[in-house]
């Protein structure tokens, strides 16, 4: 088995190797990201009405229209503000800036002046002014791009707005969840289980090496041993998640990790937890599972992935299976070496057993200390995630993309699938 990965070449805006991607591609690309986020905007107002987008303030969820006026920022911010683009990965996390097309704009959405809690706040633009901003700001960045040379360090920002946008676009679908708008966005259909998968030994390139667009959790990609591994070939289905509620796994605290304990105890305070989150109903006998899927209760076959499962209720789950979450390197080699043996992925991101931690050689990239969500604050305690779900953007599916939540995390698209002790 080869130790690095295969390129894979872009072909379209829609392909994962548009992370190798010159500049007309990207300017295609950049212009259906901002499509789509402005029509999850149009959404999003026709659920909630014009005033504001107002949602409650919670930890799983951002104001809408802060989220969305922040990925014209964001864009501005790094690329037409910013002098010393050009350097890419290089460029330094202070570098010379211009001042913004909106004076304010530092003000509403840099997420170091507004934390999150000062967000609900009633000072951002309405709608209408929101979409204006989202638009100039796309025109600015593809006057830039048309400039721009196909370098990597001179496409780094360029393609870093795109997955961005791109991510946080996946970000407005998990939050329609969490507040039940609904968005017409329909669920992978169910699958034919099949045996598991047993995986030579090899070693593996885990990461990434430099070359088109790298990620700051990917770098850099080192060699790995990694020992003969049984895996699922597919996410585990609510049919065997079922099973695991059937046998009382919920009451049974010597199948939870005692942090896992402690956290299915005190969900059990307020609203009860005998499933993943948003599920009503399970019914034993058949398998399958009412869940509710953007404000609609959705009958969900056993043969569909369980989804909305945190990182306790998957590791409880393997450890009544007799089973254990894969490493990250173990998805990962199976991603790319099984897939014509049957290794499914991309319905639910996937918990790993793997602890966020850098990297040989990591080096933050100059916008980690710009925006929410960076690795920096979470080595050691997150998980990663490895894979994509249905609401992932196709060129975000990449099998190399390193994804992180915090154990108790259950709004996102997740689900998992284990390995043999």
């Given at each position: 088995?080869?130790?690095?990965?295969?390129?894979?070449?872009?072909?379209?805006?829609?392909?994962?190797?548009?992370?190798?991607?010159?500049?007309?591609?990207?300017?295609?690309?950049?212009?259906?990201?901002?499509?789509?986020?402005?029509?999850?905007?149009?959404?999003?107002?026709?659920?909630?009405?014009?005033?504001?987008?107002?949602?409650?303030?919670?930890?799983?969820?951002?104001?809408?229209?802060?989220?969305?006026?922040?990925?014209?920022?964001?864009?501005?911010?790094?690329?037409?503000?910013?002098?010393?683009?050009?350097?890419?990965?290089?460029?330094?996390?202070?570098?010379?800036?211009?001042?913004?097309?909106?004076?304010?704009?530092?003000?509403?959405?840099?997420?170091?002046?507004?934390?999150?809690?000062?967000?609900?706040?009633?000072?951002?633009?309405?709608?209408?002014?929101?979409?204006?901003?989202?638009?100039?700001?796309?025109?600015?960045?593809?006057?830039?791009?048309?400039?721009?040379?196909?370098?990597?360090?001179?496409?780094?920002?360029?393609?870093?707005?795109?997955?961005?946008?791109?991510?946080?676009?996946?970000?407005?679908?998990?939050?329609?969840?969490?507040?039940?708008?609904?968005?017409?966005?329909?669920?992978?259909?169910?699958?034919?289980?099949?045996?598991?998968?047993?995986?030579?030994?090899?070693?593996?390139?885990?990461?990434?090496?430099?070359?088109?667009?790298?990620?700051?959790?990917e770098k850099w990609g080192y060699e790995v041993?990694?020992?003969?591994?049984?895996?699922?070939?597919?996410?585990?289905?609510?049919?065997?998640?079922?099973?695991?509620?059937?046998?009382?796994?919920?009451?049974?605290?010597?199948?939870?990790?005692?942090?896992?304990?402690?956290?299915?105890?005190?969900?059990?305070?307020?609203?009860?937890?005998?499933?993943?989150?948003?599920?009503?109903?399970?019914?034993?006998?058949?398998?399958?599972?009412?869940?509710?899927?953007?404000?609609?209760?959705?009958?969900?076959?056993?043969?569909?992935?369980?989804?909305?499962?945190?990182?306790?209720?998957?590791?409880?789950?393997?450890?009544?299976?007799?089973?254990?979450?894969?490493?990250?390197?173990?998805?990962?080699?199976?991603?790319?070496?099984?897939?014509?043996?049957?290794?499914?992925?991309?319905?639910?991101?996937?918990?790993?057993?793997?602890?966020?931690?850098?990297?040989?050689?990591?080096?933050?990239?100059?916008?980690?200390?710009?925006?929410?969500?960076?690795?920096?604050?979470?080595?050691?305690?997150?998980?990663?995630?490895?894979?994509?779900?249905?609401?992932?953007?196709?060129?975000?599916?990449?099998?190399?993309?390193?994804?992180?939540?915090?154990?108790?995390?259950?709004?996102?698209?997740?689900?998992?699938?284990?390995?043999?002790?």
């Amino acid at each position: 088995m080869s130790a690095s990965a295969p390129t894979i070449a872009p072909g379209a805006i829609d392909s994962p190797g548009m992370r190798q991607a010159g500049h007309e591609l990207l300017s295609l690309a950049l212009m259906d990201a901002r499509n789509h986020t402005l029509n999850l905007l149009a959404s999003y107002e026709q659920a909630l009405g014009p005033a504001g987008l107002q949602v409650p303030c919670q930890e799983d969820l951002e104001p809408p229209l802060w989220l969305v006026g922040h990925l014209g920022w964001f864009a501005e911010f790094w690329i037409g503000r910013n002098t010393q683009r050009g350097l890419g990965p290089a460029c330094p996390a202070e570098p010379v800036r211009l001042a913004s097309i909106e004076p304010h704009a530092d003000r509403w959405w840099s997420p170091m002046l507004v934390p999150h809690e000062a967000r609900w706040l009633p000072q951002l633009p309405d709608v209408p002014a929101t979409r204006a901003w989202l638009l100039e700001t796309l025109e600015t960045t593809l006057d830039l791009l048309d400039k721009t040379p196909d370098d990597d360090d001179a496409l780094y920002f360029y393609r870093l707005a795109l997955f961005h946008e791109d991510l946080r676009g996946e970000q407005l679908i998990s939050m329609a969840q969490v507040l039940g708008l609904p968005l017409r966005l329909e669920l992978p259909g169910g699958v034919q289980p099949r045996e598991p998968l047993l995986m030579p030994a090899t070693h593996w390139l885990l990461g990434l090496p430099p070359g088109g667009f790298v990620f700051d959790t990917e770098k850099w990609g080192y060699e790995v041993a990694v020992p003969e591994f049984e895996i699922d070939a597919q996410p585990v289905s609510w049919a065997q998640f079922v099973e695991f509620v059937d046998d009382g796994g919920y009451d049974r605290p010597e199948l939870w990790l005692p942090e896992g304990w402690d956290w299915l105890q005190k969900l059990a305070e307020g609203e009860g937890r005998r499933g993943p989150r948003y599920v009503e109903q399970i019914g034993v006998a058949s398998g399958a599972v009412m869940q509710m899927h953007f404000g609609r209760s959705v009958r969900m076959s056993g043969s569909q992935s369980a989804m909305h499962v945190s990182w306790w209720e998957a590791d409880a789950w393997c450890r009544w299976a007799g089973r254990r979450l894969p490493a990250e390197v173990e998805w990962e080699v199976a991603a790319h070496a099984a897939a014509r043996r049957g290794f499914r992925w991309g319905d639910v991101r996937e918990w790993t057993a793997t602890t966020l931690r850098p990297w040989p050689g990591f080096v933050p990239d100059p916008w980690s200390h710009s925006t929410d969500g960076s690795a920096l604050s979470w080595w050691g305690r997150a998980r990663v995630q490895r894979g994509a779900s249905f609401a992932t953007r196709a060129r975000m599916k990449h099998p190399k993309f390193r994804s992180f939540a915090a154990p108790g995390r259950d709004d996102g698209f997740v689900g998992f699938r284990s390995c043999a002790l």
